[in-house]
C-alpha cells in the first residue's frame, strides 16, 4: 500500500506563502498524477492543481500565477509553493495520487490513494 503524508500547513496572514508537501512512501510518480485538493467546510472537495505523471500541470483559475506545483522524485515528494495566499485560499488541502498510466507488473498499488489532509488558514 502506498501511503501519502502531507506537512507544511498552518496559519499565514493575507498575502503571504506557505509551502506543502506530500511524501509517497513508494516511487509512484512515474505512474501516477499527482493533484492537490482542498475542502471547505460546507463545500465539495475542489480540485486545486495537478501534475501528470509526464510533469505537466493544470492550476484551478483562482490559483493560477500564485501556486506552484513541482515534484523531486529522489525524495518521493511533491511540493505546493503558494505566495500571495487570500483567506478564500483557507482550507484542509489533500494530497491525492491516481493512476495516469501502467504500473510495473509487479507492483500491488490501487488505483488511487488519498493523504491525511493539512489544514491552511489565511487570516489577519
Known amino acids: 500500500q502506498v501511503h501519502l503524508m502531507e506537512a507544511g500547513g498552518g496559519l499565514v496572514q493575507p498575502g503571504g506563502p506557505l509551502r506543502l508537501s506530500c511524501a509517497a512512501s513508494?516511487?509512484?510518480?512515474?505512474?501516477?498524477?499527482m493533484p492537490w485538493y482542498r475542502q471547505t467546510p460546507g463545500k465539495q472537495r475542489e480540485l486545486v492543481t495537478t501534475?501528470?505523471?509526464?510533469?505537466?500541470?493544470t492550476y484551478k483559475d483562482s490559483v493560477k500565477g500564485r501556486f506552484t506545483i513541482s515534484r523531486d522524485d529522489a525524495k518521493r515528494t511533491v511540493y505546493l509553493e503558494m505566495h500571495n495566499l487570500k483567506p478564500e485560499d483557507t482550507g484542509l488541502y489533500f494530497c491525492?495520487?491516481?493512476?495516469?498510466?501502467?504500473?510495473?507488473?509487479?507492483?500491488?498499488?490501487?488505483?488511487?490513494?488519498w493523504g491525511q489532509g493539512t489544514q491552511v488558514t489565511v487570516s489577519s
Open positions: 501534475m501528470q505523471s509526464d510533469r505537466s500541470t
Open positions: 513508494e516511487s509512484i510518480f512515474s505512474y501516477f498524477a
Open positions: 491525492y495520487a491516481e493512476v495516469d498510466g501502467p504500473p510495473p507488473m509487479d507492483s500491488d498499488w490501487s488505483h488511487d490513494y
